[in-house]
């Protein structure tokens, strides 16, 4: 079947770090970039980023930009997300998605994992 | 970075009415444009991309439509199972960008 499994919620204090994960089956890993999108709570849709797996280049958004950190390790087809020191207003829902190129032009998320809750609380 | 402004951002309508979503680009963006529905609790799912090409699986009473830095997504013959908030998301340039959100209650 081809998912995307996230890693469990998780709860941390303010300044530790943390690292999420996104683990791909069911296709070939490294032929897809994978993304990020965050959801605060009540609210809509935020992308962060995308990782492309082979070598783990990646692109930021600027609101993310040296917050966060993406990568990938192509030995066990799982992306991830981390952060180096939390803070409280990181909590938030972190869905991890699959992108598909359409045409040379037009990308799509269409696969989607279920979600990581990450509450950053003292 | 491209804003894309949605409305209305949210609608109540009923059963088997038609409804539609709009989203505008601060740009042009070509047709690098799509939609996706995320029900409560759940990972958004792609409806549409590259502006109106239907996703596998989707139910064609869902379409999308281009108009100049305008998008529509149309929803025919509304069920209650497409109770939702529904996004558009540009790929035109990074970052992508979504837009607000449209709450669909049926």
């Known amino acids: 079947e081809v998912q995307l499994m996230q890693s469990g919620a998780v709860v941390k204090k303010p300044g530790e770090s943390l690292k999420i994960s996104c683990k791909a089956s069911?296709?070939?890993?490294?032929?897809?970039?994978i993304g990020w999108v965050r959801q605060m709570p009540g609210k809509g849709l935020e992308w962060m980023g995308i990782?492309?797996?082979?070598?783990?280049?990646?692109i930021y958004s600027p609101s993310f930009q040296g917050q966060v950190t993406l990568s990938a390790d192509k030995s066990n087809s799982t992306a991830y997300l981390q952060w180096s020191s939390l803070k409280p207003s990181d909590s938030a829902m972190y869905y991890c998605a699959r992108v598909e190129v359409a045409t040379v032009e037009s990308w799509y998320f269409d696969l989607w994992g279920r979600g990581t809750l990450i509450t950053v609380s003292s | 970075a491209i804003q894309m402004t949605q409305s209305p951002s949210s609608l109540s309508a009923s059963v088997g009415d038609r409804v539609t979503i709009t989203c505008r680009a601060s740009q042009g963006i070509r047709n690098d444009l799509g939609w996706y529905q995320q029900k409560p609790g759940k990972a958004p799912k792609v409806l549409i991309y590259d502006a109106s090409s239907l996703q596998s699986g989707v139910p064609s009473r869902f379409s999308g439509s281009r108009s100049g830095a305008d998008f529509t997504l149309t929803i025919n013959s509304l069920q209650p199972e497409d109770s939702a908030t529904y996004y558009c998301l540009q790929d035109y340039d990074y970052p992508w960008t979504f837009g607000q959100g449209t709450k669909v209650e049926v």
């Open positions: 069911g296709y070939t890993f490294n032929n897809h970039w």
């Open positions: 990782v492309y797996p082979r070598d783990s280049y990646s």
